[in-house]
């Protein structure tokens, strides 16, 4: 027999056993590399180089506990091993550890501050953790020290676009493709980031040249079809689509369905529109990132806070002493697709106005209140005034990390409003800890504003992933506009609704009120806010690609076109179109 097929022969020698199981390791024969590590550990129990390896093998094998088990105890044995600490936060990332996984690489680096593996790792973990702005910082330090590694540029214009920082995107993407001109992913991602900067003509190069390295991607025929309908060509960008199919590539098949209802739409061909809708909705419940997302609960929660939410519950709070903390702060709220994104934009050309659109702002503060005593809303009865200004801390700390610092014209005096349409479902938890602040509710036909949410492919979370039917997506604003409803009967909030229809119709009138409500005057940059929305990259919602247009009346209405299919939600959603005073 070889020495192969005798491994044991070799542990008198550990360093030419740990060679052969390195040869085993590095051509994949894992079993055989297994064995011998497993008996230089016979022969010698703490030899990290073993068990660091045999760790490195049970993360290869989905074994993430045992590797972190061994790895860790090479690690006590030889605690500056950096390519040891590199690979522990690899397994502990993989079970979902994802702090200590930080803490691993970072370890690695301050052992060896130009390991490569880990600099890319640390950054990949960050943006798991949505740390975008450090995992940007491990990604520029990887191609400080080698500037043609195209998975980190690529990486590091994911992490861009995460933080909406389109335009550098577009640069790293471009890197990217200069070093691999064929990958589809980065063509694809960079027709993205160019079509929601409104880039047209770059856009059209860009799909040119993806069709040149990669002529038989079907995800281009979207991208194509994308083109065609900003041309207003809408026939020939329906032909696209329908002429390519993908069925190994999920997100390719949602995006395509929902494409070809709106195209559909603008056809008004509303049969074909509505089936090419449901199909769409119906692909994405089916999908892995739908099935881990509880939208039950966020239902749940809704009728939590309104069964607690009651006179004689905010008649007993705790008083506490507001000071003027909040004074200042306004939230733009209202049901996904009645027209905030269009407001948020309008709102946001006045020069004495910054917006903050779409951030975690509330959620770190019901992260904060989680650490009280009790639980939400419960504890909303009975704060001392240590924890209402530790809650306050958190919330303004969030707000002041999406504040644009470059913007020169911001000062003390600049009126920061928090867009969020949902946040309208925690107006108790903010009116409780700001008592003060204002709320600008944005309003849209209930059969409208249902049927868009049902036509729009949004990215999943709790409270979108009840949209993706018509009757969930209407039981939702049933609910929703109920506690809304009773918010407003049992709390002072200041609220001024602004109705989509009537900024459509008469913008200024409609605006003028706004403003004084907001404590600013009038200023004509409001009337430039498409031109105003060409310069900013960073609106985070489905309809960045309408608000760089001039006001339309397209969708007013549209839901009698689709009346016999909205037929088994109108008994829910007729009652708020008469609350709201719509007609039917």
């Not at 690690?75 to 979902?96: Q, T, V």
């Not at 498409?530 to 007013?556: F, G, I, K, W």
Request: some cysteine; charged content about 25%; proline content about 5%.
């Amino acid at each position: 027999m070889s020495k192969e097929e005798k491994p044991s022969q070799l542990i008198s020698d550990v360093g030419q056993a740990m060679n052969l199981a390195l040869q085993h390791h590095s051509a994949g024969r894992l079993p055989q590399a297994d064995a011998i590590y497993r008996q230089i550990l016979q022969s010698d129990p703490n030899q990290p180089d073993a068990l660091h390896l045999l760790g490195v093998l049970a993360h290869q094998v989905g074994e993430n506990a045992s590797a972190v088990d061994l790895i860790a105890k090479a690690l006590s044995i030889k605690p500056d091993f950096a390519e040891a600490h590199n690979n522990l936060g690899n397994a502990l990332k993989k079970l979902g550890r994802l702090d200590e996984a930080v803490a691993c690489f970072q370890r690695a680096l301050s052992l060896k501050p130009e390991y490569i593996d880990a600099h890319n790792n640390l950054g990949n973990t960050l943006r798991e953790l949505d740390r975008l702005d450090e995992a940007i910082v491990s990604y520029n330090s990887v191609l400080a020290i080698n500037p043609e590694k195209f998975e980190t540029h690529y990486n590091l214009a994911g992490a861009l676009i995460g933080l909406e920082r389109l335009e550098e995107a577009v640069v790293s993407y471009n890197k990217a493709l200069a070093i691999k001109p064929d990958h589809v992913g980065a063509h694809d991602n960079l027709c993205e980031a160019l079509e929601r900067t409104n880039r047209t003509e770059d856009l059209r190069e860009a799909v040119s040249v993806a069709r040149r390295h990669c002529s038989e991607a079907p995800r281009l025929a979207l991208r194509e079809a994308q083109l065609l309908k900003r041309d207003g060509d809408y026939v020939a960008a329906r032909a696209v689509l329908q002429a390519v199919e993908d069925p190994v590539d999920v997100d390719f098949t949602v995006t395509r369905a929902f494409q070809l209802g709106d195209l559909s739409d603008r056809l008004e061909d509303t049969r074909t529109a509505f089936d090419y809708f449901s199909e769409g909705n119906r692909l994405c419940s089916k999908t892995a990132e739908a099935k881990r997302i509880d939208a039950a609960a966020y239902m749940n929660r809704i009728e939590v806070l309104a069964n607690r939410f009651t006179p004689d519950w905010v008649a007993n709070w705790q008083d506490l002493d507001s000071g003027d903390d909040g004074a200042g702060l306004v939230f733009l709220v209202g049901f996904p697709r009645s027209g905030t994104t269009l407001l948020n934009t309008i709102l946001r050309s006045h020069p004495d106005i910054s917006v903050v659109e779409e951030r975690p702002t509330v959620e770190k503060l019901l992260y904060t209140l989680d650490q009280l005593p009790g639980s939400y809303p419960d504890n909303l009865s009975d704060f001392d005034p240590a924890q209402l200004a530790d809650l306050r801390q958190a919330y303004f700390a969030e707000l002041d990390k999406y504040l644009d610092p470059t913007n020169q014209s911001m000062d003390q005096s600049t009126l920061v409003i928090d867009k969020n349409p949902l946040n309208f479902i925690d107006a108790g938890l903010i009116h409780r800890i700001f008592p003060a602040a204002r709320f600008v509710f944005s309003q849209r036909h209930p059969c409208d504003c249902v049927l868009s949410c049902f036509m729009q492919n949004f990215k999943l979370s709790p409270s979108l992933a009840n949209l993706l039917t018509l009757e969930d997506a209407a039981g939702l604003y049933d609910n929703a506009m109920t506690l809304w409803r009773q918010y407003r009967a049992v709390l002072p909030l200041a609220v001024h609704t602004v109705r989509y229809e009537n900024l459509i119709d008469a913008f200024e009138e409609t605006l003028t009120p706004v403003f004084d409500f907001l404590g600013l005057k009038w200023h004509e940059n409001v009337r430039n806010y498409a031109e105003s929305a060409m310069h900013h990259s960073d609106v985070r919602t489905p309809s960045y690609n309408q608000v760089t247009q001039s006001l339309y009346t397209q969708s007013r209405d549209r839901w009698k076109r689709y009346q016999d299919h909205m037929q088994p939600v109108l008994p829910v959603l007729l009652p708020w179109v008469r609350h709201f005073d719509y007609a039917e």
